[in-house]
């Protein structure tokens, strides 16, 4: 059972477009929603994150639009740069004291045409 | 940011083999934690430990795996014997809180 969603498994947009990037997730006990971009041969890095106490998060082009009605929660990279090609990864995780841990979806390839 | 390293960047190995893939952590993090990821796909969680105890095991973590701080400071993730499937590059990350992981440049694993 997988559970955090992530879609589209890739995606290209041309350079100065928004890129919209989804995942969906099933546990409700879930309270921390951050994504993380992964360069090729690179580690993966924190790029923003959210909790549901609120339903957006923005840090310069980068947006999380939140949905905790239907477990959904997106990231909208506004004026797509070609540097902003790399790979996506949402993931989620509750606050379970000494037991953080996150849970990954697959990720999304993210292609920025110039 | 934070440094986390990891030692050996990369190793190639004959299957059945023993394997030790090696972690320093970010010195006053209490949360610890290794994933594997076949071709820059999904980051698959292994095993996490906090304040140096290890608090969840998943089902990916087979017999075959072993978890260990050695001196109190670094990890250890030691995969004997090696089978074909674990080729992939094996991650640590650290953090301070839970939330923001610190992850190393990875261990890339060639089994053969």
Request: glycine letters at 8%.
């Amino acid at each position: 059972q997988q559970q955090v969603r992530q879609s589209p498994q890739s995606l290209t947009v041309w350079e100065g477009e928004t890129a919209i990037l989804n995942c969906s997730y099933e546990d409700s006990t879930f309270d921390y929603f951050p994504w993380y971009h992964q360069f090729p041969g690179e580690s993966p890095a924190l790029l923003i994150a959210i909790r549901p106490v609120s339903n957006k998060k923005e840090d310069g082009r980068f947006t999380i639009f939140f949905n905790k009605r239907e477990k959904k929660f997106s990231l909208h990279i506004a004026d797509s740069q070609p540097g902003d090609s790399a790979t996506y990864f949402c993931a989620a995780s509750n606050s379970g004291g000494s037991n953080y841990k996150l849970t990954f979806g697959k990720g999304t390839l993210l292609t920025v045409t110039p | 940011g934070p440094k986390v390293l990891q030692i050996p960047s990369h190793q190639i190995i004959d299957m059945g083999q023993m394997v030790t893939l090696n972690c320093d952590p970010v010195s006053n993090h209490l949360y610890f934690y290794w994933y594997k990821q076949i071709l820059g796909q999904q980051m698959e969680f292994l095993v996490n430990f906090y304040n140096g105890k290890v608090m969840e095991k998943s089902k990916l973590f087979k017999d075959q795996f072993s978890v260990e701080r050695p001196d109190g400071s670094y990890f250890t993730l030691k995969i004997q014997p090696t089978a074909l499937e674990d080729s992939a590059v094996y991650f640590c990350a650290s953090s301070s809180s839970g939330n923001t992981l610190y992850f190393g440049e990875g261990s890339r694993l060639i089994v053969v």
